[in-house]
Antibody, heavy 118, light 113 residues
Framework: QVQLVESGGGVVQPGGSLRLSCAAS????????MHWVRQAPGKGLEWVAF????????YYADSVKGRFTISRDNSKNTLYLQMNSLRAEDTAVYYC???????????WGQGTLVTVSS | QSVLTQPPSVSGAPGQRVTISCTGS?????????VHWYQQLPGTAPKLLIY???NRPSGVPDRFSGSKSGTSASLAITGLQAEDEADYYC?????????????FGGGTKLTVL
């Protein structure tokens, strides 16, 4: 069965950096695009970034463009999100999600909490 | 605020029917992009509920149905059950000056009375 497990969350000071990971199993990781989606405490869902199956194209929300970088290692079945210049408003649970042509977020991980605070 | 507009909350008694609207514009739903719906139970990750406007993934009860018309979409839930109490999000795509983005509605909290 499809399994997505995020890790790397924690507490970081404003201006700091953090790298999130998402370990995938139960499907052919190298054949699917992948997303990061976040949810601030008590708020709704916000799409963050997308990477094509082969890493050839990446797309970002305007709120994170230039600060966050999505990447993947298909040999390790792992998705990453490098987050730099973090701000208080980046505080959220970050989910990775699998993409298909028909269903953009058909499976989700359990999420990892990132808290940006001094 | 969100690109797609949903009512903050809806409620209904067990057994009743409720609908949740999702209103967009000509750069997203009205441009012909599909609408998808997700259910988020308290304290859990979202789960795909409806895809491609009106299709249910395997395992989703037929009490849940979706539709789309013009710049709006709707999720209908019939025969309300206590376990349906959750947050519901619509999702589509938006083509703007900064490119193609995936967008969510602000979410609707369903309360089963």
């Amino acid at each position: 069965q499809v399994q997505l497990v995020e890790s790397g969350g924690g507490v970081v000071q404003p201006g700091g950096s953090l790298r999130l990971s998402c370990a995938a199993s139960g499907f052919t990781f190298s054949s699917y695009g992948m997303h990061w989606v976040r949810q601030a405490p008590g708020k709704g869902l916000e799409w963050v970034a997308f990477i094509r199956y082969d890493g050839s194209n990446k797309y970002y929300a305007d709120s994170v463009k230039g600060r966050f970088t999505i990447s993947r290692d298909n040999s390790k079945n792992t998705l990453y999100l490098q987050m730099n210049s973090l701000r208080a408003e980046d505080t959220a649970v970050y989910y990775c999600a699998k993409d298909t042509v028909v269903t953009p977020f058909d499976y989700w991980g359990q999420g990892t909490l990132v808290t940006v605070s001094s | 605020q969100s690109v797609l507009t949903q009512p903050p909350s809806v409620s209904g008694a067990p057994g009743q029917r409720v609908t949740i609207s999702c209103t967009g514009s000509s750069s997203n739903i009205g441009a012909g992009y599909d609408v998808h719906w997700y259910q988020q139970l308290p304290g859990t990750a979202p789960k795909l509920l409806i895809y491609g406007n009106s299709n249910r993934p395997s395992g989703v009860p037929d009490r849940f149905s979706g539709s789309k018309s013009g710049t709006s979409a709707s999720l209908a839930i019939t025969g309300l059950q206590a376990e349906d109490e959750a947050d519901y999000y619509c999702q589509s795509y938006d083509s703007s000056l900064s490119g193609l983005h995936w967008v969510f509605g602000g979410g609707t909290k369903l309360t089963v009375l």
